[in-house]
């Protein structure tokens, strides 16, 4: 958990909140990009036949797809840079909500509860995969080592929703392993493809199906696009090679960062602009936070932190070092 705010960042409030202004949580979700990044997690997390079936026995995705869209993106944002009251709020009434719900194991015919461990962590780390893919290729400015730190961070995004937090992947190299292990366990089936075919064409408004194809299309397909090549495989479609699809999240990255940061946080729920009021001006997320603190955490003079240190000033994991300044990280498999 992130230490309070110092009087450095602002004076205006002392709850920072689970990750506060110094981690690498905090600057990179108020990056744009991160919308492409959940709809990616969603293609994602679809291949798992339990986590999908635990959403599509449970939920009116069909009908109530994009206030699920919109729910998931105020939880995370809730976390991220609300108070710790309203972090741990929130996780107690997602817990509250998964331990109602059951699915039934197509396999075998028993039924499971929806917060069981295994679902539990391949949501979680289909969304941490996703959220650092997508932001990396399109020209995020994030070293390895934060990287690292990112990973260790959220598992506290992990504890909320139920896990143990010393059972989940705290560096890149733990979450590259937890793919590995899981893979043979994914498959397309008929849910996978109801969420597919609702990504790619999402109901709407007759007058919104033109803007529908222009907008969303585009960024749904850069976001499958952007998926590793097993998923692509499980699904069925093709994808253009990693290369084009990174020039295309490049591109997608600079045009969406040129709209004035005020301006995108405008969008509900507004929680960055709420954070600020709290903590300070200062506090406001920035990649160049993470560029002005990168040569400390490349340098191997930095400290190598324990999981869950504050991410701008230490490195993430169990037991790791920071991978060597300028490896690429990649997507597991």
């Known amino acids: 958990m992130a230490a309070p705010l110092s009087g450095s960042h602002g004076g205006h409030g002392t709850d920072a909140g689970l990750y506060g202004p110094r981690s690498v949580t905090w600057q990179l979700h108020g990056d744009p990009v991160?919308?492409?990044?959940g709809v990616r997690a969603l293609y994602l997390q679809a291949l798992h036949p339990l986590a999908v079936r635990g959403v599509t026995q449970n939920s009116d995705f069909r009908e109530d797809a994009w206030g699920r869209l919109l729910r998931t993106a105020r939880f995370v944002a809730t976390t991220t840079y609300g108070t710790t009251e309203a972090a741990e709020r929130a996780g107690a009434r997602v817990r509250g909500i998964h331990r109602r719900l059951s699915l039934t194991d197509p396999?075998?015919?028993?039924?499971?509860?929806?917060?069981?461990?295994?679902?539990?962590?391949?949501?979680?780390?289909?969304?941490?995969?996703?959220?650092?893919?997508?932001?990396?290729?399109?020209?995020?400015?994030?070293?390895?080592?934060q990287a690292d730190a990112y990973v260790a961070e959220n598992t506290e995004a992990a504890r909320l929703v139920g896990l143990d937090p010393a059972a989940v992947p705290g560096s890149t190299g733990e979450l590259a392993a937890y793919?590995?292990?899981?893979?043979?366990?994914?498959?397309?089936?008929?849910?996978?493809?109801?969420?597919d075919a609702f990504l790619r064409r999402p109901p709407v408004h007759a007058l919104l199906v033109p803007a529908r194809e222009a907008i969303w299309g585009r960024f749904a397909a850069l976001a499958y696009a952007s998926l590793p090549s097993y998923a692509h495989a499980l699904y069925g479609r093709p994808a253009s090679a990693p290369a084009v699809v990174t020039r295309r999240l490049r591109g997608t990255g600079r045009a969406l960062?040129?709209?004035?940061?005020?301006?995108?946080?405008?969008?509900?729920?507004?929680h960055i602009l709420r954070?600020?009021?709290?903590?300070?001006?200062?506090?406001?997320?920035?990649?160049?936070?993470?560029?002005?603190?990168?040569?400390?955490?490349?340098?191997?003079d930095g400290p190598v932190a324990a999981r869950g240190a504050s991410g701008i000033h230490g490195g993430g994991g169990r037991e790791h070092l920071p991978p060597k300044a300028g490896e690429e990280w990649r997507t597991p498999g």
């Open 257 to 270: 960062r040129c709209i004035p940061p005020r301006v995108r946080w405008q969008l509900p729920p507004k």
């Open 34 to 37: 991160m919308w492409i990044a």
């Open 179 to 195: 793919f590995r292990a899981v893979r043979p366990r994914l498959a397309a089936t008929r849910e996978a493809r109801e969420v």
């Open 107 to 145: 396999a075998t015919g028993a039924r499971l509860g929806v917060d069981e461990p295994e679902l539990l962590l391949w949501v979680h780390c289909a969304a941490i995969d996703s959220y650092l893919q997508v932001t990396r290729r399109s020209g995020y400015p994030l070293t390895d080592a």
């Open 275 to 300: 954070a600020m009021e709290r903590l300070g001006p200062g506090t406001r997320p920035s990649p160049y936070k993470l560029r002005r603190n990168a040569a400390i955490l490349d340098s191997g």
